[in-house]
């Protein structure tokens, strides 16, 4: 190759270079799509953690090799895979074709999690009708109003907000709807009311929450949690809409999940908008605070800022409407007094023992993301 002499003629290679990474890129979905069909073939698994950790370990070795950082070839591999990934669960999903021509009634389709469902489960086959108040979504039949359906849909899913979802179960229970009926609140024990309306009209009813936001694209990792209402079929048959893909799915009791969701939202939640509020009423400017910023309070920050950009109701719901949400603010409220006393009192041991006690119980917890075996 002949020496380049010229900045232009540099970044003009660059630029070629760019190029024919993207087009590999475009050839490494492709075969994915592919492999997918050769997994739905032989029956494997979409995810293979063993065959991700040779690749990985393959790549490291060989970037070092070429001079290049190991550690950033891992993370450009990681982006590579996540995305064959998707690619191959949407197909996969696709192809298991649970709608096969089912009709499915979105109630509260226009909101962001509604919307992902309906989308979902029009990628499955499914026939989405969607019935909100807000206006149509495009590519779906609209209802402006629910309660003008006949309800002679063979899946009803209620993505309302969570302050009138219980009321729309209720309601739903003295129409009877035949096909089967869920929600997906992000908190269950406001919905006891309703749900147990529909138990007792013998609708075929569950509960579902997904533990995931609306711009998710792969389920790997991500869980489903199904609460048991009583009816076996029905829960079988939710469960079922997610069997094609990577999510885990947990089934638990509606007082278990809403004393869980307590510390998994609720408390996370509270321990971001404590640190963004007390940060906002530190008086000290947040550019001047960038600038001596750690890696701890850079990773802190950028979930606190994702959270703040959530919405407020939605939070103050999570917070307010849960039965058991008190007890996981009580529990940040003593644990931020204790380590208040316990750094006053220049108390080591006991400052010790805090980490301590917090490292052996972190230690148990899976690691996401790592090769089981």
């Known amino acids: 190759m002949a020496e380049l002499k010229t900045l232009e003629e540099i970044r003009a290679r660059l630029s070629a270079i760019d190029r024919e990474l993207i087009e590999l890129i475009g050839e490494r979905q492709r075969l994915s799509r592919e492999v997918e069909r050769a997994k739905r073939a032989t029956g494997h698994a979409t995810r293979d953690y063993r065959r991700e950790r040779e690749v990985i370990l393959g790549v490291r070795r060989h970037a070092e090799r070429h001079g290049v950082s190991p550690d950033i070839a891992e993370q450009i591999l990681r982006l590579l895979i996540r995305s064959s990934l998707a690619t191959q669960e949407q197909a996969r999903v696709v192809a298991a074709g649970q709608g096969s021509g089912r009709r499915a009634l979105v109630i509260g389709g226009r909101g962001k999690m509604g919307r992902w469902f309906a989308e979902f489960l029009a990628s499955q086959g499914f026939r989405v009708e969607i019935a909100d108040p807000a206006g149509p979504v495009e590519g ?11 309800l002679d849909h063979d899946l009803v899913v209620v993505a309302t907000p969570l302050g009138v979802t219980s009321e729309v179960l209720t309601a739903l229970s003295l129409r009877k709807p035949r096909g089967l009926v869920f929600d997906l609140a992000s908190v269950k024990t406001p919905l006891r009311a309703g749900l147990e309306a529909l138990v007792r009209a013998g609708v075929r009813v569950t509960s579902l929450h997904p533990m995931f936001g609306p711009d998710t694209d792969l389920l790997s990792g991500r869980h489903v949690l199904y609460v048991d209402l009583g009816h076996a079929e029905a829960l079988a048959s939710a469960q079922e809409l997610f069997a094609a893909t990577m ?14 969701i307590a510390y998994v939202l609720g408390l996370s939640h509270a321990l971001n908008i404590a640190f963004f509020t007390a940060l906002a009423e530190s008086g000290e400017a947040a550019p001047r605070l960038a600038r001596m910023s750690s890696t701890t309070f850079d990773a802190q920050l950028d979930v606190a800022s994702r959270v703040a950009e959530e919405s407020p109701a939605l939070y103050f719901e999570i917070q307010a409407l849960n039965e058991y949400g008190t007890e996981s603010l009580t529990a940040l409220l003593f644990a931020v007094e204790r380590l208040r006393a316990t750094v006053r009192a220049r108390d080591l041991a006991g400052f010790r023992q805090m980490m301590e006690r917090g490292q052996g119980y972190l230690h148990t917890r899976p690691q996401p993301g790592r090769d089981p075996a």
């Open 247 to 260: 999510a885990e799915r947990v089934v638990m009791g509606l007082d278990e999940h809403d004393r869980l």
């Open 140 to 150: 779906f039949q609209h209802l402006a109003r629910w309660e003008d359906s006949p």
